[in-house]
């Protein structure tokens, strides 16, 4: 059957297009690694890291003032140096909370929940006073090591608690971290960095102990708090009852030591350094959990020892270690690891909060219907657009 000029030009057309489809798939099968470093490098992963180094800074900032004042001016005064912070913290956002009306007022939030706050105000003042006293005890790479404890305290309160569920990925991360920080205290062992060794070694490891696992139970609630509440309502409970007892103890422990301080502009000058150091982190740490979560800024304060030894290599003429900076490129890599997937919630809190209630009805739980996961927030939120949201109605 002889082809005519369509037939002929179809087939062309259609052998055309086929040979020209055979490099746009090699074309785009290429660039996928490529995608996926873009995908997770991004402008999101940039803030994130930054956020946390400038939480690191900060208490880099407040480590150094501590020890001018306790070893050239012999003022150990640790729960005076939180008190100053809580005043602040109740100057600002306690006093915002009480001009504001509404269900947002401090009247209103305090008889709601009240004794929750003050039970949380109690856990974060002590959890600041057993580390700090940790020091006159042990050492300060046993400090730094078992300060780490704070890290699993999260992941377990956080997986118990607010449900969230993490991916090998994210363990992965964590123990790249652990491992840098596993470093740097090598590196504290080679060079011979061994201030604050006592004779009460296993007293001090036990207070550090102590102290991260509150701290990670203080990590918790505000993350859960400010997620859910607000950062104001946060800080300024923390502002009221941190201020109240913190003074109580200061009164009873402390005054004895604080009329020994030799005043002087210097001694203050390192005081309000420290206050301004202390309320940048409780203002800003808020913001960056609310971003991330309370175990990535764990995390990415596992640098903040770091920061401390390069200031004291010129102020404390500390011993240089090729180890410091390699546990720093570590650390960051885990970073980057835990913070390249999204974390998700394993159901509906109210659908927990029925589970936990089995034996009562729940007046104000409407019907959920089936459950289903929930993807929530994310260390990143670069994993949205794969991971859409899911909400139970």
Same mark, same amino acid.
């Given at each position: 059957?002889?082809?005519?000029?369509?037939?002929?030009?179809?087939?062309?057309?259609?052998?055309?297009?086929?040979?020209?489809?055979?490099?746009?798939?090699?074309?785009?099968?290429?660039?996928?690694?490529?995608?996926?470093?873009?995908?997770?490098?991004?402008?999101?992963?940039?803030?994130?890291?930054?956020?946390?180094?400038?939480?690191?800074?900060?208490?880099?900032?407040?480590?150094?003032?501590?020890?001018?004042?306790?070893?050239?001016?012999?003022?150990?005064?640790?729960?005076?140096?939180?008190?100053?912070?809580?005043?602040?913290?109740?100057?600002?956002?306690?006093?915002?909370?009480?001009?504001?009306?509404?269900?947002?007022?401090?009247?209103?939030?305090?008889?709601?929940?009240?004794?929750?706050?003050?039970?949380?105000?109690?856990?974060?003042?002590?959890?600041?006073?057993?580390?700090?006293?940790?020091?006159?005890?042990?050492?300060?790479?046993?400090?730094?090591?078992?300060?780490?404890?704070?890290?699993?305290?999260?992941?377990?309160?956080?997986?118990?608690?607010?449900?969230?569920?993490?991916?090998?990925?994210?363990?992965?991360?964590?123990?790249?971290?652990?491992?840098?920080?596993?470093?740097?205290?090598?590196?504290?062992?080679?060079?011979?960095?061994?201030?604050?060794?006592?004779?009460?070694?296993?007293?001090?490891?036990?207070?550090?102990?102590?102290?991260?696992?509150?701290?990670?139970?203080?990590?918790?609630?505000?993350?859960?708090?400010?997620?859910?509440?607000?950062?104001?309502?946060?800080?300024?409970?923390?502002? $009221? +009852?941190?201020?109240? =007892? /913190? &003074?109580?103890? !200061?009164?009873?422990?402390?005054?004895?030591? #604080?009329?020994? *301080?030799?005043?002087?502009?210097?001694?203050?000058?390192?005081?309000?350094?420290?206050?301004?150091?202390?309320?940048?982190?409780?203002?800003?740490?808020?913001?960056?959990?609310?971003?991330?979560?309370?175990?990535?800024?764990?995390?990415?304060?596992?640098?903040?020892?770091?920061?401390?030894?390069?200031?004291?290599?010129? $102020? +404390?003429?500390?011993? =240089? /270690? &090729?180890?410091? !900076?390699?546990?720093?490129?570590?650390?960051? #890599?885990?970073? *980057?690891?835990?913070?390249?997937?999204?974390?998700?919630?394993?159901?509906?809190?109210?659908?927990?909060?029925?589970?936990?209630?089995?034996?009562?009805?729940?007046?104000?739980?409407?019907?959920?219907?089936?459950?289903?996961?929930?993807?929530?927030?994310?260390?990143?939120?670069?994993?949205?657009?794969?991971?859409?949201?899911?909400?139970?109605?």
């Amino acid at each position: 059957m002889p082809f005519s000029a369509d037939m002929i030009s179809e087939q062309h057309n259609h052998v055309v297009s086929t040979i020209e489809t055979v490099p746009s798939d090699t074309a785009t099968a290429s660039p996928t690694l490529l995608h996926r470093l873009r995908k997770v490098f991004n402008r999101e992963l940039l803030l994130t890291l930054a956020l946390g180094q400038v939480l690191s800074l900060l208490i880099c900032g407040i480590g150094l003032t501590s020890k001018y004042l306790a070893t050239d001016y012999h003022a150990n005064t640790p729960v005076f140096q939180s008190f100053l912070n809580y005043i602040l913290l109740f100057l600002v956002y306690t006093t915002t909370l009480a001009v504001r009306q509404g269900e947002e007022n401090l009247l209103a939030i305090l008889k709601r929940r009240w004794w929750k706050y003050m039970i949380l105000g109690l856990i974060d003042i002590e959890a600041n006073y057993l580390v700090i006293k940790a020091y006159q005890y042990t050492t300060l790479t046993s400090v730094q090591l078992l300060d780490c404890f704070v890290i699993p305290v999260v992941l377990l309160l956080s997986w118990f608690f607010l449900l969230v569920r993490y991916k090998v990925v994210h363990f992965v991360g964590v123990g790249v971290c652990l491992l840098g920080m596993g470093c740097m205290v090598g590196a504290d062992v080679l060079v011979g960095r061994q201030q604050g060794l006592g004779d009460h070694k296993l007293l001090g490891d036990l207070l550090v102990l102590a102290g991260a696992t509150l701290y990670g139970i203080s990590n918790v609630c505000e993350e859960f708090i400010v997620k859910n509440l607000s950062r104001v309502e946060f800080l300024g409970m923390m502002g $009221l +009852f941190g201020s109240f =007892f /913190s &003074g109580i103890q !200061l009164a009873i422990m402390e005054h004895k030591e #604080l009329l020994k *301080v030799q005043w002087d502009w210097q001694i203050g000058l390192l005081y309000i350094g420290f206050s301004a150091c202390m309320f940048g982190l409780y203002s800003f740490m808020p913001v960056v959990i609310k971003r991330t979560s309370a175990t990535a800024v764990n995390l990415s304060l596992l640098t903040a020892d770091l920061y401390s030894l390069f200031c004291g290599l010129f $102020l +404390f003429q500390y011993k =240089f /270690s &090729g180890l410091y !900076l390699l546990s720093f490129f570590i650390i960051l #890599l885990g970073l *980057v690891l835990y913070s390249s997937s999204s974390t998700y919630v394993a159901q509906d809190p109210r659908v927990y909060k029925q589970f936990r209630n089995a034996g009562n009805a729940v007046p104000d739980m409407p019907n959920v219907g089936p459950l289903e996961p929930s993807v929530t927030y994310s260390s990143l939120g670069q994993e949205i657009e794969d991971e859409p949201r899911v909400r139970v109605a």
